[in-house]
């Protein structure tokens, strides 16, 4: 039996006498989609942070396919993670920006090539690939980071705020994109506050609120639990177990 | 192991990191405008020392024996060791998008990355330079291909003072991590270390300066590495017999490497890894609001200078810059040890003028549009005029500087200085502190940097280099004149004549001239920007 994607195990991270995050228990199964829900403050980058080896966590475990995630050279090769803020280097033009993420992977640059100039082609890049990143869009900005997030074809990916300061083609295409790698088994942590994006595609659901995991189970689960009129949305359902967390324990 | 992998993806990163530096460099015209202002000051000092280098190469020529450099050079690999740990502290401890970095690579293929990116920058600039004083000794001395030899020869010494810094820097930087001090305190802490390290070793020098020889270099060589580089002289009339320090140096630069970049492995994950200190001081809560005191709540500038003043206080750091002031009063330590005992009170005051001036001339106004990139969106559509924000910035530099000078005064007062020259000392000092900081407000506003650096540990947007030097060539010299002038006066040295009042004169008009235009400069700049100006 395959180990779960992503599995926490009592996951605990304090700053001095903040508690960050409290006694956290995720099982994510490969090749689904974990919408990652929560008020600003409740320890969602944390909880991204402690998945991808970033942080250490005070007490509690995790793992990403069965590997612990202090262990970071298995680690890389089975994660990728976009941060809010997308990791670029200004002085680097796109092309180059992905060259040296193939080189600090260490994958096969001639074989690399091929799949760049393809995502490239696919988030609408290839005209400006070879221009300074410096001088890029918001949006421009965010596809280079998510297509560096992807060239590894890693089986967990860990995205924070993907379609934030995207337009509504190129949001699209991300979707399709994370839809398609999804049905290709690959596992999608999705944190976002945009809830229509989680409500298109997340399988699943998971709302933190303090620190602490106040609901989870699908989308329409979630949403009957907070709400027994059939108009409730998703966004009902957040602002109703994030008013309240301890009425929806 | 992965040694192989680690040495790999470690030079990536290098190779990435250098051509970075160079873009950065290249694509900016400010910043190289920089670059040239740097080069200059750098070029300068040498064309006094290549004749004088080549000249002392002539003179050994005849003797065929060298002089006693042995301490020099184990002082030159002390001081390329404590630049490294510098560096470390202060720049390359850090790793630029480290959520990419070190989700895609190993922390030891980061840590050789960034050696050897720092490596090759010092080989081409500090090693340049002095290729350049060896290649000059080296022509006087009949043996012109001298720079070369000992470029190559030091080469690996250069290495090992980078990957040994890198350990030290990293140290520091992981102690700063554990310790759950306020940063406040390690700032201060920091800064009355390095005030007792540079004017203590003044102190002490110019007390004991019959022991000066017992301070020599050459009291602190250590042979084995002189032999090591002695071999830039072989083939020479000054090459003595090979024997075992060059190898006893080329083994444990071999040996040390590993280790050096295993303990650095360990030290910088732990400090990437660590948890940010600005995160974890989440218990850092202020009541009241914001309420200037008086005479600060009496004006809108009042409440912009409490306002920096507040900021300065509760993070130092993002104004690292203002250590020039300390490092450019050190040797008035000699002076004043060197002086006797019946002026230390007026030396120590007139000390104070100095730092104070230097002070209120780097906090706040050396760079007032680029501090601002990010506010601009509010501060632009606020109704405070840009000479308010200009003024308020002006007063809470001088405020700065006015306490330091009061401090130092009363510290002097307490140990003989009279009444009537600590008023005149004030007086004085506090005119040149505002002096400074009207005139730093022009030259900031006309090279303003918004790049935000690493540096000790924040983020954090500093004046551009450019600025820094001008604005030390131009007020640490005229505060000086002022303050010997005023020292002459208040020890009856310089009477009031006719041509002392002229020259006065003379010199408050090319203090207060520039600074008020100055001034005016900076406002008329700041009542035109617009954020595209300042974001290009």
Redesign the interface.
């Known amino acids: 039996m395959c180990p779960p994607a992503i599995e926490t195990d009592a996951l605990r991270k304090t700053y001095g006498t903040t508690v960050a995050l409290q006694s956290l228990d995720l099982s994510i199964e490969s090749g689904s989609i974990y919408g990652f829900l929560g008020p600003n403050g409740a320890g969602k980058t944390t909880t991204m942070r402690l998945l991808t080896g970033l942080s250490d966590p005070t007490s509690g475990t995790a793992s990403l396919s069965g590997t612990p995630v202090d262990d970071r050279r298995s680690i890389a090769d089975l994660v990728g993670y976009l941060p809010e803020s997308p990791p670029l280097y200004g002085e680097f033009s796109g092309r180059e920006q992905l060259e040296y993420v193939v080189g600090l992977r260490t994958l096969d640059a001639d074989r690399t090539a091929e799949r760049i100039e393809e995502l490239l082609a696919q988030f609408d890049l290839t005209e400006d690939a070879d221009r300074r990143i410096s001088g890029y869009s918001t949006g421009m900005k965010q596809k280079v980071a998510y297509i560096q997030t992807i060239l590894h074809d890693p089986p967990v990916l860990l995205l924070d705020e993907p379609t934030a300061g995207l337009d509504p083609r190129a949001a699209r295409q991300l979707k399709e994109s994370i839809t398609e790698r999804s049905e290709g088994g690959t596992t999608v942590f999705l944190s976002t506050h945009i809830l229509p994006v989680v409500e298109e595609l997340a399988d699943t659901v998971g709302v933190l609120y303090d620190g602490e995991l106040v609901a989870e189970g699908s989308p329409d689960a979630v949403t009957e639990r907070a709400e027994a009129d059939g108009d409730a949305t998703l966004e009902d359902a957040f602002l109703a177990v994030t008013s309240e967390p301890s009425a929806n324990r | 192991m ?1 040694w192989r ?1 680690d040495l ?2 470690g030079s ?2 290098a190779r ?1 990191e250098l ?2 530096s160079v ?2 460099i290249s ?1 900016d015209r400010r910043r190289l405008a920089e670059v040239a202002v740097v080069a200059v000051s750098v070029c300068l000092p040498l064309l006094v020392l290549v004749p004088v280098l080549i000249g002392e190469g002539w003179r050994v020529r005849a003797s065929t024996a060298l002089p006693p450099v042995a301490g020099w050079v184990t002082v030159a690999t002390i001081g390329l060791l404590i630049l490294a740990v510098y560096r470390t502290v202060s720049a390359v401890g850090a790793i ?12 030891r293929a980061v840590v050789i990355g960034l050696t050897v990116a720092e490596w090759v920058r010092q080989l081409f600039t500090v090693g340049v330079i002095g290729c350049v004083l060896l290649t000059a000794f080296g022509v006087g001395a009949g043996v012109p291909w001298l720079g070369l030899t000992a470029f190559l020869v030091g080469t690996p010494l250069f290495w090992w003072t980078i990957v040994a810094g890198y350990v030290g820097g990293m140290g520091l930087l992981v102690l700063d991590d554990r310790l759950q001090f306020d940063r406040r305190l390690l700032a201060v802490g920091g800064v009355l270390v390095f005030l007792v390290v540079t004017i203590g070793s003044q102190l002490y020098v110019s007390r004991f300066t019959g022991a000066i020889t017992a301070l020599s270099p050459e009291a602190i060589a250590i042979q084995p590495l002189f032999a090591y580089a002695q071999l830039a002289f072989v083939g020479t009339p000054f090459a003595d017999p090979i024997g075992s320090g060059p190898l006893i140096v080329g083994l444990f630069v071999i040996m040390s490497t590993p280790l050096a970049l295993s303990i650095s492995t360990r030290l910088a994950t732990r400090h990437w ?1 660590a ?1 940010d200190q600005r ?5 850092h809560v202020t009541t009241g609001g914001f309420s200037p005191p008086i005479p600060f709540s009496w004006s809108p500038a009042g409440f912009v200078a409490w306002g920096a003043l507040i900021r300065a206080i509760r993070e130092p750091r993002n104004h690292g810059h203002v250590f020039t002031a300390f490092i450019a009063i050190a040797p008035f330590a000699g002076v004043y040890t060197n002086a006797p005992a019946s002026e230390h009170g007026l030396l120590l005051a007139l000390g104070g003028v100095l730092l104070a001036t230097v002070l209120s001339g780097e906090l706040f106004v050396l760079n007032p549009i680029g501090e601002l990139t990010e506010q601009l969106p509010l501060v632009l559509l606020t109704r405070l005029s840009p000479r308010t924000l200009l003024r308020g910035r002006v007063i809470g530099a001088t405020t700065a500087g006015v306490v330091v000078l009061t401090s130092v005064g009363l510290l002097a007062l307490s140990i003989g200085l009279n009444l009537r020259s600590f008023v005149l000392v004030w007086l004085v000092g506090s005119v040149f502190c505002l002096a400074a900081a009207l005139f730093s407000t022009g030259l900031g506003a006309a090279i303003p940097s918004s790049d935000t650096t690493q540096q000790w540990g924040t983020e954090t947007v500093t004046p551009s280099i450019a600025a820094q030097i001008v604005f030390l060539f131009t007020v640490w010299d005229g505060a000086t004149i002022g303050v010997v002038v005023l020292w002459l006066m208040l020890s009856g040295w310089l009477t009031v004549t006719p041509v002392v009042v002229g020259g006065l004169v003379c010199y408050s008009v090319v203090v207060v001239g520039p600074a008020l235009a100055s001034y005016r400069s900076a406002v008329r700049r700041f009542e035109s920007i617009t954020l595209a100006a300042v974001i290009e």
């Open positions: 992965n992998e790999r993806t990536t990163i990435a051509r970075r873009r950065s694509s630029d998008q480290d959520a990419l970095v070190l989700t895609t690579a190993h922390p890894l948890d995160t974890t001081n989440r218990s």
